[in-house]
């Protein structure tokens, strides 16, 4: 799925994510008033309305909370990889995100897998994070 | 039902349905708002209140300009095919604050013939959350999201795909019935199950249609509807909510906001789940369908699946559902709500004809917006 791959643009909420995401280090906003992790990047928490935030970096274990097995491209940047599988992984913080499941076969794919994080370099210094089943 | 709360639907109508070459969204738009306002009994000079959206940025004042509708009241809402069973309840607020008298709700959609509907999603600005942080994952929007609720409902619960597709052959045998219906040609579980899986667990035959057209509601006071052209239905009680945007956000993926909008709109009309004749739901994906059963209390958190069994909603069976075919099989231009109304309606007063509901007195009409983010619910009844 390398080329024209569809890439983020950050704004002045999100710039701070995807940098470090650019540099393989996943990470998530922890509220300093209520301690509440958030993803994604926003100003002020959705829990309590606090503008003051920390960076935490994630451990970057995981489960799988759902997945679907994509078997039309959602447009020709994807044709090649296809299928190809998009999930929704739980975090150990405890935050949700969307990504890719890779090195995984379309069968072997199961809701509570537990997954490891990993990065892609998708060029012009922009990177996007993946999962791949933990194996033993 | 709560105090003071008024409204009656006294018209409505759909445009030409399919692909509709040649026209406009905002002609579709016009066309089912003429044909709703003959229905009813009343002109354009009635209407003091107009519930558009999807008409350039200002949709129901596009809308105005273009019928030259000047409005007491105005509304472009947008919750995605919620919109416009919340615009019911917009609409009845309004009219029972006296803010206006006679609403038009209306809506139309060339992305048939515009070829607009793509499995990437309609475009957004590349800083909306959506293109930040699903798009380069090349998540299908809408279909990807509806596909990560089946797979997590079957996970939880067992759910599977053959009762998936007994609502999509159960709703082929009610557009049978239906002379506008896009899809009459029967088909069976297999078929549903052969067809190609275009995002697991759904196949092409979980999935709604893509086609043009429009629909159009007039609501005024039950007081003023008991003079008007057709027999009233009253609006009983409404609800809507919103639980999130993008699919990572969805608090938990086999709950939808109908779980909150259900129960409210079923109290403001002191009614019951079992008190409901028939029901009309947005089914956008056969998965819609099930979630929503579930949460509007119609049976319990994951026995969807065995409550649509052995085709319980189709034609003879004891739960009329989505009974002009639904978005799966008569039409889909996008915000299904409205044809849910239209229908609820049509069925309250006894228009059906081979595919009228027997006694229908009550009928529950939802919509869903966007990846099960937006949800209205509307309890409908003869007046």
Known sequence: ?136 | MSGGFDGALVGVAESDLGRVPGKTAIQLAAEASARALADAGLGKADVDGLFTFGFGRMGSVQFGEYLKIRPRYSDSSFMGGATPVAFVGHAAAAISAGLCQVALVCYGSTQASDAARRLGGAPEDARQPSSQYERPFGLPTPLGAYALAATRHMAVYGTTSEQLAEIAVATRKWAALNPVAMMRDPITIEDVLASPVIASPLHRLDCCLVTDGGGALVITTRERARDLAKPPIAVLGVAETHTHQIISQMPDLTVTGAALTGPRALAMAGLRPGDVDVTEIYDSFTITVLLTLEDLGFCKKGEGGAFVAKQRTAPGGDFPLNTQGGGLSYCHPGVFGIFTVIEGVRQLRGECGPRQVANARVALCHGTGGVLSASGTAILGRA
Request: aromatic share 10%; net charge neutral.
């Open chain 1, 1 to 136: 799925m390398a080329t024209h791959r569809p890439v983020p643009t950050p704004d002045h909420e999100s710039a701070e994510f995807w940098r470090r995401v650019a540099s393989h280090a996943l990470a998530f906003q922890r509220c300093l008033a209520c301690r509440a992790f958030r993803f994604y990047p926003r100003a002020l928490c959705p829990e309590c309305l606090s503008d003051r935030a920390e960076w935490v970096a994630a451990s970057g274990r995981g489960t799988v909370y759902s997945f679907t097995v994509c078997h039309r491209p959602a447009s020709e940047a994807f044709a090649a990889a296809t299928p190809y599988i998009v999930a929704l992984v739980d975090l150990a913080e405890g935050v949700r995100l969307l990504t890719n499941l890779v090195d995984c076969a379309p069968t072997e794919a199961r809701v509570g897998m537990p997954v490891t994080l990993d990065y892609d370099d998708v060029g012009d210094g922009v990177s996007l994070y993946k999962v791949s089943p933990v194996r033993p």
